[in-house]
């Protein structure tokens, strides 16, 4: 019976996934099936910390993230949990020995949301490593499987997909991280007056971070480098969509992939990858 509990969790972890997120979900339905769940479980628990922070703005955000802290480490600690969230996650961090530095980094950055304040270049780079290069480097321990000199190998390639994939979300969100949570996250950027130089400099800092990822991407254990590959040409995708539109035009609209366009480059990224050529 306990597997059937574990299998339900698990399934509660995807159906976040699915609801929250169509690209994502698009890029795990491309990874090899054994890293499925294991992927989702990650997302959940990612996905539910920063739901606690950015949207449940008539609770006490801090109590309910303390909780979550908490309540996280015990069920690493007891392998078991009734919320389903932190059961699958936990199933997850116990069998591919996730560090909890990791968890502690994420942590940290969700609680650097709550206070409302300017960000210089350390407290830049320290939110981005919490908030989403620490994610990439917990996928990255499933996909090498106790693999550690590939993990290694392959952990700066992971940190800057998940610094790119940042960025990127920044650069999309500028007008509503502005306006509805008072946060502008580029180190110097005034919203008020969001030029077209200072977009560029952002612009060339997420490219060298999709540079380096792509070297790394292409090295990864073949079970895990479509879905992962298919997850960066969406993001460059929607880069590249974001370069193409003015300064201006990014602090009034959000600019997104339409779904047709993600089938698309689901069929190219499979094709590429079936032909070796990614």
Known sequence: MMELFNNTALACSKLITERYSTSFTLGIKTLDEKFHLPVYAIYG????????????????????????????????????????????????????????????????????????????????????YGSAEV???????????????????????????????????FLRDLKSDFEDRGRVYFPGVDFSDFTKDAKSLIEADIQADFDAALVSIKQLPRSAQMGVYLA?????????????????????????????????LLAQTYVKFRLNVI
């Open 135 to 169: 994610v990439g480097l917990m996928c990255l321990r499933v996909f090498c499987e106790g693999n550690t000199a590939q993990y290694d190998y392959l952990c700066d390639g992971a940190r800057r997909l998940g610094a790119a994939f940042q960025k990127v979300n």
């Open 45 to 128: 628990f990612v996905r539910y910390a920063d739901e606690i922070v950015d949207t449940f703005h008539d609770f006490d955000k801090k109590t309910l993230l303390d909780r979550f802290r908490h309540d996280t480490y015990q069920a690493i600690e007891e392998k078991i949990s009734l919320n389903p969230v932190l059961h699958s996650f936990q199933l997850v961090v116990n069998q591919y020995q996730i560090e909890r530095a990791l968890i502690d980094a994420f942590l940290h950055s969700m609680e650097m949301d709550l206070q409302k304040q300017e960000y210089n270049d350390a407290i830049y780079e320290q939110y981005i």
């Open 232 to 264: 960066y040409v969406y993001y460059l995708t929607l880069f590249n969509k974001i370069k193409n539109t003015s300064a201006a035009r990014i602090q009034e609209v959000r600019i997104r992939v339409p779904d047709s366009a993600k089938m698309a």
